[in-house]
């Protein structure tokens, strides 16, 4: 199996989580291990509280966003697979029907996992380079004794190595079940789509407004990355807001840069899959007179409200996730700010949020235009 050029820049997106995952577990982890080895040293009473609090931070930061964004990364794994066989079924179909077994097919896609490699490899890189200025800003009221940044190699092994192979032996499993398919239906490159009819859909909905609940059902894995790309761009922006009182602008800005990176990155690549996969439908739509306005909101606009929803909910979680922070893992140490929800923050994070997801549409909606109706159609 050769993956092409354009196949491998689809996995920029698994690169990138991967290594926003990594470059945070990184450096609260390697953190925790170095402190914890001159735990006797600290003997004062406000040291040995931080010093507590600390270490839960880290084992919560890294449980918590480690854990969400290791499954959103296997999320995506997982529907690249499926669109990568989905895109190049006669490829494989002829593969099946020379006498190919499934496992022997299969095994080829184990370089999907070399983008997670890439991915952890780049943000341990980074951690580590960036470990001795986050070393200075937890130690900034001199309660510890000096820290030095160590390699620890069974971390590196965990956080690079070991994600690489789970997910490529993930990406071999999913392949042979999605491979498990007759020849005939590669070959014919024939897509399983399940419906259900409730009995309960009136006949009087719109064909427009019928066709974007359609195209919304009919790819259900991309409403839960544009809600998480709401979800990360919600709770990292208020999260920098309320780290430059709570904790220090350098771990603002940090939060600030992954959010928006994560957030950007998943939105674009989500609305690029969904204009591609709805590329025969607009086509069809252009060819019976409808214009591109029409076909961005048939196609585009069903997505929207999930986009919001994700929204409401990264606001929710930064609230619950800081306030249990400052009111049970730091509640012993001095000095440090009571937190409340924050609502001007609130309200320009949704203003800049809605100006970002709203320009996106509409740059994705002109893109519309360039679908080429015989190209697609000729298919």
């Known amino acids: 199996m050769i993956i092409g050029i354009k196949d491998a820049t689809k996995l920029i997106g698994i690169t990138i989580i991967a290594c926003c995952v990594v470059f945070v577990c990184a450096i609260f982890l390697n953190f925790n291990i170095d402190i914890a080895a001159m735990k006797d040293e600290i003997t004062t009473a406000s040291g040995a509280a931080m010093y507590d609090a600390i270490v839960s931070t880290g084992k919560v930061v890294a449980a918590v966003s480690g854990g969400c ?5 296997a999320a995506m794994l997982l529907f690249y697979v499926k669109n990568y066989i989905d895109t190049h079924g006669k490829e494989l179909g002829i593969l099946k029907a020379i006498g190919y077994s499934n496992i022997n097919i299969a095994k080829h896609f184990w370089t999907f996992g070399l983008s997670v490699f890439l991915g952890c490899a780049f943000g341990y890189a980074l951690a580590f380079l960036y470990l001795p200025t986050f070393y200075e ?3 900034a009221d001199r309660l510890f004794p000096e820290i030095r940044a160590r390699f620890h190699p069974i971390l590196a092994f965990l956080l690079v190595c070991l994600p690489a192979i789970i997910f490529a032996i993930l990406a071999v499993l999913y392949a042979y079940l999605r491979l498990k398919s007759p020849a005939l239906d590669l070959l014919k490159e024939r897509r399983e789509y399940k419906t ?3 009995g309960r859909e009136s006949p009087d909905i719109p064909f427009l407004q019928n066709l974007s609940r359609s195209t919304v059902r009919g790819r259900k894995s991309l409403v839960f990355f544009i809600a998480f790309s709401a979800f990360c761009f919600s709770a990292m922006l208020q999260m920098s807001t309320s780290m430059t009182h709570l904790s220090s602008k350098e771990m603002a800005a940090m939060m600030l840069a992954i959010g928006l990176i994560l957030a950007f990155v998943t939105l674009l690549l989500s609305l690029s899959s969904v204009v591609k996969g709805n590329a025969k439908t607009i086509a069809m739509m252009r060819v019976f007179g409808y214009d591109h306005g029409a076909c961005a909101k048939a196609t585009l606009g069903g997505y929207r409200p999930f ?13 619950v996730l800081l306030k249990t922070m400052t009111a049970v893992v730091f509640a012993d140490v001095a000095g440090l700010p009571e937190y409340g929800f924050d609502w001007k923050a ?15 549409i509409r740059g994705y909606a002109r893109g519309i235009r360039r679908v080429a109706v015989k190209g697609v159609m000729g298919e």
């Open 137 to 139: 800003l937890q130690n």
């Open 196 to 198: 259900k009819s409730s």
């Open 307 to 319: 986009a919001y929803l994700g929204f409401a909910l990264g606001t929710g979680y930064q609230y």
């Open 69 to 73: 964004l290791a499954a959103t990364s």
């Open 346 to 360: 609130c309200a320009a994070t949704l203003g800049l949020f809605a100006v970002a997801y709203e320009a996106a």
